[in-house]
């Protein structure tokens, strides 16, 4: 895997990699393949980082710094109390079947998102909504009960993207909206295939066609970029491979940062973890050092609460859970938990079944042994995010400011806080920047203090790409390959 290309080879992959962008055209490497590519029915982000700004759009959406930017509203007037939201939307936009987007379309979204009925994962970003108006065809009035200083936030997620009536069914396999690219094909296990959308109502982009393909297998993603048989790869799976791609001056290596909380999730319906002793035991028993070594060799920023380090309201929670194998011995001895068997489902990422295998290891230092599944990541939707069979999983939300998922008890780790709930809804209808801060530093403090989860590290985002290509987002403020400003270096 290793071993230098001959000289003909080299030659050939320069060759393809000249056709690619003679054709404006772009290969780009996913680990996870989508469960479905409606945005607004399925947690999975890999659901996002196929359809975001590329497919769907918003009200507003994220830029790559991670700012609120207009997207289908041009933009906005907020009443003096908070509570009434008028947006002017852009103007010739229209579907990708050829209907036009009108206001109808968006009250349409919205009050299909916030439905008893909803199927949308994020269904509390649109909880506060009292009512939405169209004004006109390009007027949208959003009426809230009360206050919410993260409205704007909330309606950039790939989540509240606008939708047509007539395609909304079916958009898990023919996705239809009103951005930059179309979808073109899905052939299943392999690709996703788009292509430029000739009549969108914005900056047209570079890019005439962009393919997705699907390779979880660490050596094979290093096999296809070494070949050129993707230009390139936005989460790189074998980070243990990064100082070759830095020393090759075909690729660029490309390190940021993600809002991916990398955590041991613990199912608190399950009758040894719903004691804060045992919880507060497998957090003493986890090095996060050895994890982050082990399974990114060594990228990866610890955490001790489900908050990205980079955000301004961050505290560093990591020393409520140094490693002390000792302390968690005598924690499971103090629960009568000794001999305790849990078991542990691993999801296909690098993080998860290489993290997983050092976890184990770390936790049957301590008594706890472990029973490994690898499970894939439809099953592990169904069994574990869905159905709430499991024990204990490794999994890295990437979702920006998520916190509030600790506010859900029918969440799949079941946690069950009336004060944490409280510290949710004051934050909610909390305008001030300087007094919500403190509340967000107050909810990171209580579930670290409550052990719910054992916070292991902020996942990195480590990706390869062929030098010549601009525009890829360093960081990712929301699961997402945006390729609006994608384009091949002349």
Same mark, same amino acid.
């Given at each position: #895997?290793?071993?230098?290309?001959?000289?003909?080879?080299?030659?050939?992959?320069?060759?393809?990699?000249?056709?690619?962008?003679?054709?404006?055209?772009?290969?780009?490497?996913?680990?996870?393949?989508?469960?479905?590519?409606?945005?607004?029915?399925?947690?999975?982000?890999?659901?996002?980082?196929?359809?975001?700004?590329?497919?769907?759009?918003?009200?507003?959406?994220?830029?790559?710094?991670?700012?609120?930017?207009?997207?289908?509203?041009?933009?906005?007037?907020?009443?003096?109390?908070?509570?009434?939201?008028?947006?002017?939307?852009?103007?010739?936009?229209?579907?990708?079947?050829?209907?036009?987007?009108?206001?109808?379309?968006?009250?349409?979204?919205?009050?299909?998102?916030?439905?008893?009925?909803?199927?949308?994962?994020?269904?509390?970003?649109?909880?506060?909504i009292a009512s939405v108006e169209a004004v006109d065809d390009a007027t949208v009035r959003v009426t809230l009960e009360q206050p919410d200083g993260a409205f704007l936030f909330n309606m950039a997620w790939g989540d509240a993207v606008i939708l047509s009536p007539a395609s909304a069914e079916t958009n898990a396999t023919n996705p239809i909206g009103t951005g930059p690219f179309?979808?073109?094909?899905?052939?299943?296990?392999?690709?996703?295939?788009?292509?430029?959308?000739?009549?969108?109502?914005?900056?047209?982009?570079?890019?005439?066609?962009?393919?997705?393909?699907?390779?979880?297998?660490?050596?094979?993603?290093?096999?296809? #970029? #070494?070949?050129?048989?993707?230009?390139?790869?936005?989460?790189?799976?074998?980070?243990?491979?990064?100082?070759?791609?830095?020393?090759?001056?075909?690729?660029?290596?490309?390190?940021?940062?993600?809002?991916?909380?990398?955590?041991?999730?613990?199912?608190?319906?399950?009758?040894?973890?719903?004691?804060?002793?045992?919880?507060?035991?497998?957090?003493?028993?986890?090095?996060?050092?050895?994890?982050?070594?082990?399974? #990114?060799?060594?990228?990866?920023?610890?955490?001790?609460?489900?908050?990205?380090?980079?955000?301004?309201?961050?505290?560093?929670?990591?020393?409520?859970?140094?490693?002390?194998?000792?302390?968690?011995?005598?924690?499971?001895?103090?629960?009568?938990?000794?001999?305790?068997?849990?078991?542990?489902?691993?999801?296909?990422?690098?993080?998860?079944?290489?993290?997983?295998?050092?976890?184990?290891?770390?936790?049957?230092?301590?008594?706890?042994?472990?029973?490994?599944?690898?499970?894939?990541?439809?099953?592990?939707?169904?069994?574990?995010?869905?159905?709430?069979?499991?024990?204990?999983?490794?999994?890295?939300?990437?979702?920006?400011?998520?916190?509030?998922?600790?506010g859900r008890p029918d969440y799949y780790f079941g946690y069950d806080s009336a004060e944490f709930q409280a510290l949710m809804a004051e934050i909610t209808a909390t305008a001030d920047p300087e007094a919500r801060a403190d509340l967000y530093r107050q909810a990171q403090r209580h579930i670290a203090e409550d052990y719910v989860n054992a916070y292991l590290f902020q996942l990195?985002?480590?990706?390869?790409?062929?030098?010549?290509?601009?525009?890829?987002?360093?960081?990712?403020?929301?699961?997402?390959?945006?390729?609006?400003?994608?384009?091949?270096?002349?």
């Amino acid at each position: #895997m290793t071993r230098p290309l001959g000289l003909a080879a080299a030659a050939l992959i320069a060759l393809g990699a000249t056709a690619t962008q003679a054709q404006n055209a772009i290969s780009l490497g996913m680990v996870l393949e989508p469960p479905g590519l409606d945005p607004t029915a399925g947690a999975a982000a890999a659901i996002r980082e196929v359809t975001y700004a590329n497919i769907f759009e918003g009200l507003t959406r994220f830029g790559p710094d991670g700012a609120v930017l207009p997207a289908l509203a041009r933009s906005w007037e907020i009443s003096a109390d908070g509570t009434v939201y008028t947006f002017r939307l852009a103007e010739g936009v229209s579907f990708h079947d050829g209907t036009p987007m009108t206001a109808a379309d968006v009250v349409f979204s919205l009050d299909r998102a916030r439905a008893e009925d909803s199927t949308n994962a994020q269904k509390q970003l649109f909880a506060g909504i009292a009512s939405v108006e169209a004004v006109d065809d390009a007027t949208v009035r959003v009426t809230l009960e009360q206050p919410d200083g993260a409205f704007l936030f909330n309606m950039a997620w790939g989540d509240a993207v606008i939708l047509s009536p007539a395609s909304a069914e079916t958009n898990a396999t023919n996705p239809i909206g009103t951005g930059p690219f179309r979808f073109v094909r899905w052939a299943q296990g392999d690709r996703i295939e788009l292509e430029r959308n000739p009549d969108y109502w914005g900056a047209p982009v570079a890019l005439e066609r962009a393919t997705f393909r699907f390779i979880s297998d660490p050596s094979a993603a290093f096999a296809a #970029m #070494m070949a050129g048989d993707v230009d390139a790869f936005p989460n790189f799976p074998a980070p243990e491979t990064l100082t070759q791609f830095e020393a090759d001056p075909r690729f660029s290596v490309i390190v940021g940062s993600t809002e991916g909380e990398t955590i041991i999730a613990m199912n608190h319906r399950t009758e040894a973890l719903s004691d804060i002793r045992v919880r507060q035991a497998i957090a003493h028993a986890v090095n996060r050092q050895d994890i982050i070594d082990g399974a #990114m060799f060594g990228h990866g920023t610890p955490i001790g609460t489900h908050f990205a380090p980079h955000h301004p309201f961050y505290v560093d929670l990591t020393d409520l859970s140094p490693h002390d194998p000792d302390a968690a011995r005598a924690l499971l001895a103090e629960a009568g938990a000794e001999g305790l068997s849990l078991r542990l489902a691993l999801p296909p990422p690098t993080y998860a079944r290489r993290g997983g295998e050092i976890v184990a290891a770390q936790l049957r230092a301590v008594g706890i042994e472990t029973q490994i599944s690898n499970v894939e990541w439809a099953q592990w939707l169904e069994q574990v995010f869905r159905g709430h069979d499991f024990d204990l999983t490794i999994i890295s939300h990437t979702e920006p400011m998520d916190i509030g998922i600790y506010g859900r008890p029918d969440y799949y780790f079941g946690y069950d806080s009336a004060e944490f709930q409280a510290l949710m809804a004051e934050i909610t209808a909390t305008a001030d920047p300087e007094a919500r801060a403190d509340l967000y530093r107050q909810a990171q403090r209580h579930i670290a203090e409550d052990y719910v989860n054992a916070y292991l590290f902020q996942l990195p985002k480590t990706g390869v790409a062929d030098a010549r290509i601009e525009g890829l987002w360093e960081n990712a403020p929301v699961p997402a390959n945006d390729l609006t400003a994608v384009r091949w270096a002349d």
